[in-house]
């Protein structure tokens, strides 16, 4: 086998564990570099490769890459970039192409979500099509869980294990002020079309009545009459009441509780501030004082409290990658299948990238409670694994030690990128 | 010496750590058995005492008592409940010195911040003029470190770990975005009058120029126009700019930037929330994509981030008052005294409750940058070692194992509370 260098990037929002996976890439290649030269990272995603801002990892240590693992946000930059069809407008992949050819790279890892598996596909699509060899792996990250055919994305498990952390805490925070004080307490959370890191927050009940009593999800059509009502009741019954809202949620007529002007390049509306509308609703109609908690980027970057599991399958689907691409696969993902939930035991299989880009996995009915409050008992036995494991990074002076790697970059042998 | 039973109650704004303070009550006043008979601890703060709703606490195994280190929130319950002055209306605290007599309670522990230590002392005058023979000592606890005499307030050094390491994590999240995606992160935190925890944000930086670039401090008087400068300026430097808001950031006029009245000084209606306010305030004039959040509850009950030096000092101070009380001292308060700050070195004294209460302490200017938009290296030699130590609580199944006691009550003996 003759030794080609690889492109590896990272795409869309990061997570506390998107390194890991890229630590798992590297390694991997280091360890295979009879038959894999150089990984070239890109800087900012796909565009680091358009842009020919390549950064070559062979100058980053051994011990700098290892604590990729336990450094959160994106080590090489990321991009959110609408890719085209390569039939519609085959002017950006031939610009790839350019590059990729004037750097010898033959394979290309692409991690992220759903938008990233479609870019990934294109690029598959489009390299076959235009005849530049090339093997294409994307490699799962979202937090928001919502990737098909995988039992879980790399991402979530953190994003979760943070999410039913602070709701346990803020509970026991509100349960005490409750008499003389505040009487709800509302968390956002992300998920704008899933509601997977809401149910999340059901982790931390021992039992169904236990907070956060009401969960509120994308999935489940938002009632305010019935959900003040429930408000009321919980307040009455527990003397407080703790929610935990998805970003997402949604009226009968299928649009966001709360909206804002802004609307992203894939034409997804910006969501925030659903927890201030909930409580001034709540306060309007019971007069209860409360207080609220935006989490937004905290849970996603809370590699303080990442999730020993996904930690670890975060890393395991980056050595994956690597390995499937060696094996000669393209447009695959390496998908986490589950074997049994006690104990937690999973194994890496590969996944056609056609068959993840572009669906999105939203929670299934039987996994939300029939009064569309909560989450059921196959939810808890789906999700507990997700968090388990402690998995701290090393501190010095009381702050974590996370890695700024030098990301050197490799000169340009291309014209400049002209889009 | 007589045998005599104890009163310890929580109050105010809980803290990740106002456990461990009850802890070192509990275990110092245990171990002081000669002296000491039951403590029992008010049900919801002094309002446990004035309801005579006492919980025994010996009927709690040492387990369950060591077990309160490591869990947030109150363990008996808090509230916020001014006292009168015994001058003006002495009804409460005859109702209080009948219901200590009639459980033969000698000894008043109170744990709490500015208005608690109010208490402590209205509570140790009604007892001198009422005849009613009460040891009064108050324990320190508050996020916003804001009491006047002690280094550092227990509650506060977790809370600014927990604001420290999330800043940090988010700034590298935004770092990884701002090429092709959101521009400015603002993170809300609390700090009504002082900017403490809004200046621990700034232990996140190495230089003077890492993010946060911006903090907003409630001592520096909020000037939209040259804010709005400052952030361009970091954005067009830095490619993305972190904010870092104090709740109580305030105009000129001696106004919150924003308050219950919902409307901002632009115009703009808010359904609450400084950050939302600021980042409006942004995008209108630049234009650039923003994300916020606002940490409320998280950043005081994080018991799961808990910083060592903070816990050991709670729990210090929660031995101290046990010990001072023995000794006779009256109307104080344990404070901690800082010998040198690296390696970090303190002892405890006792201080007057009347130099105490009601004094509040802001952040000294010298602590503020000459800009007003960062903490100096003053600042960071006295913060530093307030975050100082990694102390987790235990973990089963990817949860942390928080204590919940039996709290059980000790039958009344007097006739019920009419107030």
Not at 316 to 343: D, H, N, Y
Request: glycine share 8%.
């Amino acid at each position: 086998m003759s030794k080609r260098n690889a492109f590896y990037a990272q795409s869309g929002g990061v997570t506390a564990v998107i390194n890991a996976s890229a630590c798992g890439v590297l390694q991997t290649a280091r360890s295979a570099s009879p038959a894999i030269g150089t990984v070239f990272a890109g800087r900012n995603g796909i565009l680091g490769a358009l842009r020919e801002e390549l950064i070559d990892t062979s100058l980053e240590s051994e011990q700098d890459i290892a604590a990729l693992r336990h450094t959160p946000g994106s080590a090489f930059g990321s991009c959110r970039l609408k890719m085209p069809d390569h039939e519609q407008d085959p002017a950006p992949y031939q610009r790839l192409f350019e590059v990729f050819a004037a750097h010898d790279i033959a394979y290309f890892f692409y991690n992220g979500g759903n938008d990233s598996s479609d870019t990934t596909l294109k690029v598959a699509r489009a390299a076959e099509a235009l005849g530049y060899p090339l093997t294409c792996v994307g490699i799962p990250k979202t937090v928001d869980n919502d990737l098909p055919l995988t039992d879980t994305c790399p991402g979530f498990g953190s994003a979760a294990k943070y999410v039913s952390t602070s709701i346990l805490e803020a509970s026991l925070d509100l349960q005490s002020m409750c008499e003389t004080s505040t009487r709800v307490f509302i968390l956002e959370v992300m998920g704008r079309h899933a509601g997977w890191l809401a149910a999340a927050a059901g982790l931390a009940q021992d039992t169904e009545t236990d907070s956060p009593q009401i969960i509120l999800f994308p999935e489940v059509i938002f009632e305010p009459e019935r959900f003040l009502t429930q408000v009321r009741e919980v307040v009455e019954r527990d003397g407080f009441c703790v929610i935990v809202a998805s970003e997402g949620v949604q009226t009968g007529d299928g649009q966001f509780l709360t909206d804002s002007a802004l609307t992203d390049v894939f034409g997804h509306t910006q969501l925030g501030g659903l927890a201030p509308l909930l409580a001034n609703m709540i306060h309007e109609r019971h007069g209860y004082r409360h207080h609220w908690a935006v989490a937004d980027y905290l849970q996603r970057s809370a590699r303080h409290m990442a999730s020993a599991t996904d930690l670890e399958q975060a890393w395991a689907v980056g050595k994956a990658a690597v390995e499937f691409a060696l094996a000669g696969q393209t447009a695959i993902m390496p998908v986490i299948i589950r074997e049994q939930s006690v104990p937690y035991r999973w194994r890496i299989e590969a996944a056609p990238l056609d068959q993840i880009a572009n669906f999105e996995r939203k929670m299934p009915p039987e996994y939300i409670r029939e009064d569309g409050y909560g989450i059921t008992r196959a939810a808890r036995a789906y999700l507990a694994p997700l968090i388990e494991g402690e998995a701290y990074p090393p501190y010095e002076n009381g702050r974590p030690c996370y890695v700024r790697l030098k990301n050197t970059r490799v000169p340009a042998q291309c014209p400049p990128y002209t889009a």
